[in-house]
């Protein structure tokens, strides 16, 4: 069983910058998705085992940016420009191959995800 443990929530006035971090051991691709109240869970990034295949929401692109760190296990999403509608719980979600993908029900291990909250 892989365990995901996310972190680097928080509080933020909008425009500002979070860095979430996600540590998992393995060869897998990653990816971040996130949810917010009374809405369905929706994608974020994701990012290939290799790093090499990198993909974002089309709200997110050009703010975001998803990286790993495959010798620390850690995969990260930097949030840049912030808006309140990014408020949300943000799951971090590894999946047992190496390429990625935007659909949820592709990934096999979610972490227990963490608090983004954006003040306007």
């Known amino acids: 069983q892989v365990q995901l443990v996310e972190s680097g929530g928080g509080l933020v006035q909008a425009g500002g910058s979070l860095r979430l971090s996600c540590a998992a051991s393995?060869?897998?691709?990653m990816g971040w998705f996130r949810q917010a109240p009374r809405k369905e869970r929706e994608f974020v990034a994701a990012?290939?085992?290799?790093?090499?295949?990198?993909g974002y929401a089309d709200s997110v692109k050009g703010r975001f940016t998803i990286s790993r760190d495959n010798a620390k296990n850690t995969v990260y999403l930097q949030m840049n420009s912030l808006k309140s509608e990014d408020t949300a719980v943000y799951y971090c979600?590894?999946?047992?191959?190496?390429?990625?993908?935007?659909?949820?029900?592709?990934?096999?291990?979610w972490g227990q995800g963490t608090q983004v909250t954006v003040s306007s």
């Open positions: 979600a590894a999946r047992n191959l190496r390429v990625t993908s935007d659909h949820s029900n592709d990934y096999d291990y």
């Open positions: 393995g060869r897998y691709a």
């Open positions: 990012i290939s085992w290799s790093g090499v295949n990198i």
